[in-house]
DNA sequence: TATGGTTACTAGCGCGCGCAAGTGCGAAGG
DNA sequence: CCTTCGCACTTGCGCGCGCTAGTAACCATA
């Protein structure tokens, strides 16, 4: 088609049209320590460089340097919480100003015949949630230098470590202060979650173990096949106020209460979490938890970096701020 | 096994542990035409390269070869339909066997001051829908060969060749047969999704226009803070269904109507568009287009390494089946 | 026996770049 | 005056791989 430029610029051809040698350029463009550059000289590099439109080749930089400068991010193979969709925006541009490029990828337990961390040959694979021991072992294989979190699933949780931990506190805490004193935690049955579900039933187990007025059912998943069955069994049982495991569940709920007559708040009180676009859509639009991390993107860019850099990792975690947004359910 | 394996076997190991030739283990591993390698070297040099987990690496693939093998997709940055998830799914696994990797970015207005196309030099660039004229050219600058769809916005829409085109029209007459005759196009104010919204709008006229005793609103676009503005406005003209954008849009209208007191569906009918999971989640629960592309990810697999192989493009679209999903809200 | 063709390889270049190890030169120091 | 030093560069290797251009050995003919 028109405007063909199928050869690329290389920086010999800049150093070439500037009458210097490769390692020159090589030196202007990549700022390498030792080496004495006046002035005039790295200023005629780099006019010459933008003027060419010179873009360096990334492959023969990872093959020369042995860091690829790609920073891959794998999500986990559940949707994502609402709020995250900023904070990879924000390590996204933490790590562009830095000068890495961040890849996300989402693994499939069937497929993926080649996963990206063998393609890509990350300078860091980070994850969301540690890694199983198989699958950090498959990463560490492939010659990735640095995995984050470093140790298998199981010891800490990377949720306790980003102090997510406030949410089902605050839940409880407010059915509590609405008068509600039997409770239901609402669970979900997918397994691919149980572990962040494990730890919020935990949680909320534990808010309510010095409340000796207050009784709790933690043992019920919630699905669409059973949600009307489960808010009767509730119901019968004196359930008053509910606390879901996040806003899917609590809109599952909420639906089952509301064809089955039951007034809500008045006969049940939900608390969903994560607040999704989806709780103040509904009707009665829902309360829920709302969890800000203020620079959570940065944090974890900065995690990357000081693996990729091999120097001091970031000492305090992001600010998280987790809040009741009270709506109607409540 | 168990050691910090710091340095990664070349093939230049697997043919010195073989006393071959690193071209001849070369050969084997590319399946290279035109080379005559008899049955027992080949198997010889697979199971060495096997034995001492031999890993191409790619960075040095992609400098020797000029080709990458990874194909970029760009996601937009507006929230996905929910079925999209299962057909990147199915297009990452495609490509996986084809042994291409797929990557996707999402490209934020502000930021990233170096995009991925230039830092992973795809062989391909993919878009869900046109780029823009100006994106489009800094793409090819980058030194993409083949971007997907290679025209800019403006022309023939990548929805219109993908053949989303029945969902507005399933709307409109589901309506209709409701005996519904006082149509409102219940539209997205935002402005990252203004094609999709036209094209919709457009869809839904023209599906109107033979219908001379039907009426048509479709100038509304409805946000959280005008939804029961909009709501009343329409009664008051004596509109009876709504076409909506998508489900989200659905569920406002459907929340400002539910707290006006309006009756769902007997005074106001309602239909969405993509079924996501909220359509069966709000009670009423709503009624909604679903569309399933039987193959869209393999489609798009097979445009893409067509593009990366200068072969021919695949001559059909994907199967692709709308229908409506009837529920409670019409 | 010379000729041609096939088989089974190997030698080695080049992809574009980072960077270690020079090299020539003018100026400062003795 | 000679030596040393810092400056402003250049030469050139190596990263791991794809692939062209051989080459030596072994047939199969004429």
Redesign the interface.
Known sequence: MA?T?VK?VTAADVARSLGLSRATVGFVLNDTPGQTIPEATRERVLAEAKRL?Y?A????Q??ASGR???ILLVLPDWPLEYSMRSH??EL??AL??A?Y?L????P?P?????P?W????PDVVLGMTPFDARRLEEIR???VQHVIPPTPAGAASSADELGFTEGPRLQVEHLLERGRARLAFASSPDPRIADLVAQRRRLTVETLRNRPHAALRAEDAVS?SNATAKVSEWLAAGVDGVVAYND?IA??V??AA??AGVRVPEDLAIVGHDDT??A????P?LSSVRIDSAGLGRYLADLALSAARASAPPTIGPETDAHLVVRETS
Chains 1, 2 share one sequence.
């Not at 890849?103 to 989402?106: D, H, K, L, S, Y």
């Open positions: 405007g430029t690329r439109g873009r080749n990334s492959a023969a990872a093959l690829s400068r790609i990879l925006d996204s541009l562009d100003e000068g490029s890849v996300t990828m989402t499939h069937g497929g993926q015949a080649r990206l063998e393609t890509l040959r294989a492939s010659g669409v899917d809109a599952l909420l639906g509301l064809r676009p989806l103040q859509l509904l009707v639009s």
